[in-house]
């Protein structure tokens, strides 16, 4: 949780520098409470707890199968091949994770039906905002709450090289993840934006490969092959 604290308020410094101001009101503190603390807390809880926290980050991609229900309920239409391309996705990426499910993937999972719910709710109730402000205004009144949420006991040494990765971290996955992510969500839709997400884990796979000659399981392969398809 140190390292979730450490992004975000490295988030907030970057966001509310570049917008010089905030949005602020109680729908946007739900939608932080939602997209940052609920799955940033689900997707730590499950890296703890699960014997592979690499499956775990797959496991927050099921969200895209979530939104699709969600949104279907909320009396979205959704195109039948777009239905089945989603699934197909869901079922891909997931393959290899339940085949070792235990709590901390129950974790990953919960954290993807937060995410789901943090997404269609900023599609519908914040569409309009600036985005920057907006992200400002989520990360400076949520630091408090991860705070409170990470033990005490949790630390980390400190040096220069943990510090750029700290940096590195908030400016690719804070800024640039949920910067991306809510413009994907305000022109596309939630879930063709969430359809676009199932990508993720498939990069992860070849980066791996070809950074650290990572070989993908078969079930990875065949999980990948059809997410793309």
Not at 34 to 48: D, E, I, W
Request: proline share 3%.
């Amino acid at each position: 949780m140190i390292i979730s604290v450490a992004r975000v308020a490295i988030g907030f410094v970057f966001f509310y520098l570049l917008g010089r101001g905030l949005v602020i009101g109680l729908k946007q503190f739900i939608n932080g409470l939602l997209n940052f603390v609920g799955l940033l807390t689900f997707l730590n809880l499950g890296v703890f707890f699960s014997s592979n926290p690499g499956l775990v980050a797959v496991m927050i991609y099921t969200q895209p199968l979530f939104i699709l229900v969600i949104e279907s309920v909320l009396g979205t239409k959704v195109r039948t091949r777009g239905i089945i391309g989603v699934i197909l996705g869901v079922i891909g990426i997931t393959a290899s994770a339940f085949a070792h499910f235990d709590l901390g993937l129950m974790f990953g999972l919960i954290g993807g039906i937060v995410w789901a719910l943090g997404s269609v709710y900023y599609r519908r109730n914040l569409i309009k905002e600036d985005l920057v402000k907006l992200n400002a205004f989520m990360a400076l009144t949520l630091l408090p709450v991860l705070l409170i949420l990470t033990p005490i006991s949790f630390h980390f040494t400190l040096s220069l090289s943990a510090i750029g990765l700290l940096i590195l971290l908030g400016l690719v996955a804070q800024v640039g993840g949920f910067y991306f992510w809510f413009n994907a969500v305000k022109h596309l839709g939630s879930v063709k934006a969430s359809a676009g997400s199932l990508l993720v884990p498939v990069t992860a796979y070849v980066l791996s490969f070809a950074f650290f000659r990572t070989i993908p399981t078969l079930v990875e392969i065949i999980g990948s092959a059809i997410t793309l398809i």
